[in-house]
């Protein structure tokens, strides 16, 4: 059973064409929940820590958010920059791995 | 933050034979992790490697296929061993910081066995 579920598994928007993306989570003790951009060939790049419900981060146009259950990505007016997989992952208080989602591909055009 | 690299960046190999691939970071590091990421699948813990310790390894993979070493605090290397077509992966080491959780990724290593 996955521990950690994204959807959509691809996303298109029109550049300026707001939306999110989801990531639900079912652990039993969660330290943090990360999200991470990867470009195609490269290594995930940290974005955001999420530690407990209610809590938001923002950078730019992206803004996370933390409920008991899921976390959203909320990705306001996009470039065609802001094109690439977004992965979740969550951290238990169990240990150090990261459990990661299979991600959301995300295309914005022009 | 700190710098990661990795090397090869990617390699074809023979079944049968076995690859090294070395993490390098630029300052000292407590926590450095090996992950392997499949096509379509998710990014999946290999091992943990502390310095001055034995790597922990997560459920599914063994030290004798996938030894590591972890030298001093900046380095350190994941051999696939034995390989087959199976193994054909993106292999991924990360570290985090003193007193934090996230964990920054090198480029990876793109392996292809044939």
């Known amino acids: 059973e996955d521990q950690v579920t994204q959807s959509p598994e691809a996303l298109r928007l029109q550049e300026g064409e707001s939306s999110s993306l989801n990531c639900s989570y079912t652990?039993?003790?969660?330290?943090?929940l990360f999200w991470y951009r990867q470009d195609p060939g490269k290594g995930p790049e940290f974005l955001f820590t999420l530690y407990s419900a209610g809590e938001e981060k923002e950078k730019e146009r992206l803004k996370a958010t933390l409920t008991k259950k899921e976390s959203f990505l909320h990705i306001t007016a996009p470039k065609p920059e802001d094109s690439a997989t977004y992965l979740c992952?969550?951290?238990?208080?169990?240990?150090?791995?990261?459990?990661f989602g299979k991600g959301t591909s995300l295309l914005v055009t022009p | 933050s700190a710098v990661i690299s990795q090397k090869p960046s990617r390699d074809i190999c023979q079944r049968g034979t076995s690859l090294t691939i070395q993490c390098q970071v630029d300052s000292q590091v407590t926590m450095m992790f090996w992950y392997r990421q499949q096509p379509g699948q998710s990014l999946t813990l290999i091992a943990t490697?502390?310095?001055?310790?034995?790597?922990?390894?997560e459920s599914g993979f063994v030290i004798d296929k996938f030894p590591i070493s972890r030298p001093n605090l900046t380095f350190s290397t994941l051999t696939v061993s034995n390989m087959s077509p199976e193994d054909s992966s993106i292999y991924l080491c990360?570290?985090?910081?003193?007193?934090?959780?996230?964990?920054?990724f090198g480029p990876g290593t793109r392996l292809t066995v044939t």
């Open positions: 992952a969550v951290q238990e208080y169990s240990g150090y791995a990261l459990n």
């Open positions: 490697a502390n310095q001055g310790s034995e790597a922990t390894y």
């Open positions: 652990v039993s003790g969660l330290r943090g």
């Open positions: 990360s570290f985090s910081g003193t007193g934090s959780y996230e964990q920054y």
